[in-house]
């Protein structure tokens, strides 16, 4: 969206650009600022000033309005940066995929661009470079709600590469909508990976005083130089004040809230670190596993279907699609149950060859199929238990498991085996 | 499951029966208790004892065993119950549904049955009676997996009757796997409710010593009593220990848990009460509203459908079952997103006179489909916002809705409508 006519004309008459320090008379008051860019998510009517506190106003332009330009910004080229390698300093790549954590960021007016170059990438946080050598790529640049299978396999080939080529990690902006999935994805195909993977995103984008972008990069970068835990994880806000990072298990973790900061949580194990913004970093967890060997298993297949019962959940209009894929995660009630008529629709989709997962739609806790007489008729019905695994993360890994096998035993025991932390032991708590 | 040959055999010769004391030998230690009932959920070799301090012990036989009964339970006829109207207490109408909770429990032994008849169903909670005269019905006796659309307005109309019977609130004992789909059901069907409808259910079967049924059941009680705010309401547990329950919102609960006690959680709402086990009970928001007139409701779409959207949903597959429903609800990433082919769906399924409405499957948090790009493409093609609601609810209200009229402007007016409390006023918060 653009500015209306209105704003345009007022911004013209005035000379004044994007970066300019400008004074604005708007429904009788007056502001002083720094004219931000207009974006997308803009009001046509509206110019955004960046104010002497660091907080952004909008001010709403009318026919009675006035824009006076106080100071030009230097309109100088921005120069292209160098990836120097200082020594000292270790090596992290940078994949970016999209979302608003990989807009670009110019420092001076706060404005926002979608990131197209790795120069534009780097430059969103130069503080970073203090850190760390930064390598950066863009992979792709796309909201996370389009990534797909495909997308993920390109990802992780992309993430081997880097590892291959002697990085010492290998940091993901991303967008935060399916971040969990595509880290789950990424911890199945990076078997025994040997340096941390981190998935990061923003819930604010960097034009808010409220982001989240540049200090969840930062913590990113110095958890893969300070901590150096092999494996895939997501960091993010641990609360919704501005003080931690949480570095999520990359199989646990699950976004919890629309739009807090702090809405990834880990859900059936805690979090595996924690990194203080202005302090060190506390590791809750060491998930990782000595002397492995690593590979990329990138054999993944895309027709699994994920399901959520409800009552009234209609097995004439799904048994033909359960039929139709090769595997089904049904996120089902409680322990992990169906209605009778669903557990019949199980029964003739396992029978037709289709794998069937029981997993639940309560997320917290685990399925068991041996408490109640339905979860026994799953059992009988074919159905295998996703144990204490969110059913997003067993949709990716049954996906996973079926492009390795298609032998339904070993699927079975791939599915109820721990592999990538995605399984915790069992253990028998009266709570 | 029966018991096994071996025990039945030795319970035999040593004439005991449930209720007896028994002392029992096995694996080398001697055992001292109440012999309980042998149940579906029970190992056929093990024998159940309720011991002094109350917990009960499973006592594995083997050919090494022996059995001896110390004294006989007194073997008398269970006298019928009579519902007398003690002057000075409110009546409770309690309508059984089935359910863990609504199990008959033999306070002598702590036994588990099925409840299916009112007295048993009392029976269980003798202590309900001096709190409040109690009309006792058993509607079903299913798994809450097992509930459908009939049986949600089967139980309406039951507690539309029981209300005009002129009863001072209705307790639901019910099963927890869907226990809120049927508080949303109830809480549209019965417009403007004018006394309480509690929905109560356990986490623990009445034979173990962590249950929740007492202490839940009770409570529900107290609060039809001792509070009487009108509308439709889940009580469960609050937290982990055993000193408080909380009441919420009908359409804004959700099973959190597979299997603790405080397994339900308000979802972008407060409980509206908190009932101290041992003391008051505390109001935290008054839904009530004043001097409404009331309707049963109960006309209900059955032809909708509930989604989650994943990466790598294919529209090729979502697509036709979209169109053959009225109504479909899609759980989608982030603020309400799905990616852009799936939009393409959502505009197609729309175009052919489906009613597609938005949510989230982050549950926190409020859909707003005019952030991103991709939430104002799927305004477009026709979708409209659950706002605050979970998915569930989302479903029910969207079943209800279509219920009471085909027409799109009314079902789009009556679905971003707060009609029951299930959507909360907007708020333009920045955590």
């Known amino acids: 969206m653009n500015y209306s006519e ?31 860019p207009h974006h997308e998510f803009s009001d046509p009517d509206v110019l955004v000033l960046k104010m002497k506190s660091g907080y952004n106003v909008g001010v709403r332009l009318d026919g009675s309005s006035a824009v006076e330009v106080i100071s ?44 197209l170059s790795a120069d534009d990438l780097l430059g969103a946080v130069p503080e970073i470079s203090s850190i760390c050598n930064v390598k ?3 992979l792709f640049s796309i909201f996370s709600e389009n990534m797909d299978v495909k997308a993920w396999v390109t990802l992780a080939q992309a993430v081997r590469e880097e590892l291959d080529k002697g ?11 399916t971040m969990g999935y595509t880290s789950a994805a990424l911890s199945f195909m ?38 150096a835990m092999p494996g895939v994880f997501v960091l993010m806000h641990e609360t919704s004040s501005d003080t931690t990072a949480a570095v999520h298990l ?19 194990s805690r979090p595996v670190a924690r990194v203080h913004f202005n302090g060190a970093i506390e590791v809750l967890q ?3 596993k000595e002397n492995r060997e690593h590979y990329l298993k990138d054999n993944m297949e895309e027709n699994v ?81 996703a144990e204490d695994m969110i059913p997003e993360t067993a949709l990716v890994k049954l996906m996973w498991v079926l492009g390795q096998t298609d032998d339904r035993k070993k699927v079975e025991g791939m599915m109820t085996a721990d592999l990538r932390g995605e399984i915790a032991e069992r253990r028998d708590v009266d709570d």
Request: overall charge positive.
């Open 6 to 36: 209105l704003a345009s004309r007022m911004l013209k008459a005035a000379d004044a650009m994007e970066g300019d320090t400008l004074k604005v008379v708007a429904s009788g008051r007056e502001y002083q600022g720094i004219l931000m």
């Open 72 to 115: 030009h910004a230097e309109r100088k080229e921005k120069p292209a940066r160098r990836q120097k390698n200082e020594s000292g300093l270790k090596t992290v790549a940078v994949i970016g995929t999209g979302g608003t954590i990989a807009s670009y960021v110019d420092y001076r007016t706060g404005a926002v661009h979608p990131a």
């Open 136 to 138: 950066a790529r863009v």
């Open 167 to 177: 990085v010492d990690g290998v940091i993901i902006p991303h967008g935060t909508d």
């Open 190 to 227: 990076l078997e025994g990976v040997e340096r941390p993977v981190v998935l990061v995103g923003a819930q604010r984008s960097s034009d808010r005083p409220s982001s989240d972008a540049y200090t969840n990069l930062i913590a990113a970068g110095r958890f893969c130089v300070e901590c």
């Open 250 to 268: 990359g199989t646990k973790v699950r976004k919890m809230h629309t739009s807090r900061r702090d809405a990834f949580a880990s859900i059936n």
């Open 286 to 288: 060491n998930v990782a």
């Open 305 to 385: 279907a994920l399901l959520q019962f409800y009552p009234g959940m209609d097995p004439r209009t799904f048994l033909p699609l359960m039929k139709a894929h090769k595997g089904i995660v049904i996120a089902g009630s409680g322990l992990g149950h169906v209605s009778s008529s669903m557990v019949e629709a199980v029964r003739e989709a396992t029978a037709s060859g289709t794998i069937v997962v029981m997993a639940s739609q309560c997320y917290y806790g685990r399925v068991n199929l041996n408490v109640y007489a339905t979860g026994r008729d799953l059992i009988n019905a074919g159905a295998i238990s």
